[in-house]
């Protein structure tokens, strides 16, 4: 059974850092491509953060480059997202996904595990 659990969110001022991590069980990380994704209150879930399956090669929204890195520790079987020079913007729930059935890694139905997710508040 496929598992994700996040962890690492909290509250940060602007231009703060944060390393979310998500732990997964039922699978291998190295065998999917996996993603972070974030919903503001009364938002749409958007993709951030996609790592693919095979040369590990990465997709980023275009409002987090530069600010946010995806990687993945097989031997932990984890996954993980920093987060630097935060904004008041970034403000929001993350979740980690896996599982992605193709098409736009940024569709939220484009993946079909989530976990519970971890929240993200960064002060002005």
């Known amino acids: 059974q496929v598992q994700l659990v996040e962890s690492g969110g909290g509250s940060v001022q602007t231009g703060g850092s944060l390393r979310l991590s998500c732990a997964a069980s039922?699978?291998?990380?190295?065998?999917?491509?996996m993603a972070w994704f974030r919903q503001a209150p009364g938002k749409e879930r958007e993709g951030v953060a996609a790592m693919y399956l095979g040369n590990g090669g990465t997709s980023y929204a275009d409002s987090v480059k530069g600010r946010f890195t995806i990687s993945r520790d097989n031997a932990k079987n984890t996954v993980y997202l920093q987060m630097n020079s935060l904004q008041p913007e970034d403000t929001a729930m993350y979740y980690c996904?896996?599982?992605?059935?193709?098409?736009?890694?940024?569709?939220?139905?484009?993946?079909?595990?989530y976990g519970q997710g971890t929240q993200v508040t960064v002060s002005s």
């Open positions: 039922g699978f291998t990380v190295s065998s999917r491509s």
């Open positions: 996904a896996a599982g992605y059935r193709g098409g736009v890694w940024r569709d939220r139905g484009n993946f079909e595990h």
